[in-house]
Nanobody, 114 residues
Framework: VQLQASGGGLVQAGGSLRLSCAAS????????MEWYRQTPGKRREFVAT???????AYADSVKGRFTISRDNALNTAWLQMNSLKPDDTAVYYC?????????WGQGTLVTVSS
């Protein structure tokens, strides 16, 4: 299974970005699709998750600003990020759990300027 993340870029504080994560390859059944982020010198941290039924959960730091969604038929997930803050600057990684096996995408850089 391969994950292709895209949509990162440079945005001013208060702006929005939409990240995409497309899974391809020998997919069995992707149960959860998730987003994490990481800044230099820090551990990768959880951002959001979505199950096949559309059940979601978010890190407290992004609640009310970020929205995760997915299309099961396309094996694709999106992360809509609004009201971005400089603290949201990070490399964002998508993760998929396919038949219980985790797969990671390559990461996409989000930079929020003040």
């Amino acid at each position: 299974v391969q994950l292709q993340a895209s949509g990162g870029g440079l945005v001013q504080a208060g702006g929005s970005l939409r990240l995409s994560c497309a899974a391809s390859g020998s997919i069995v059944r992707v149960i959860f699709m998730e987003w994490y982020r990481q800044t230099p010198g820090k551990r990768r941290e959880f951002v959001a998750t979505i199950g096949r039924a559309g059940n979601t959960a978010y890190a407290d730091s992004v609640k009310g600003r970020f929205t995760i969604s997915r299309d099961n038929a396309l094996n694709t997930a999106w992360l809509q990020m609004n009201s971005l803050k400089p603290d949201d600057t990070a490399v964002y990684y998508c993760k998929a759990l396919d038949n219980g096996v985790p797969y990671w995408g390559q990461g996409t850089l989000v930079t929020v300027s003040s």
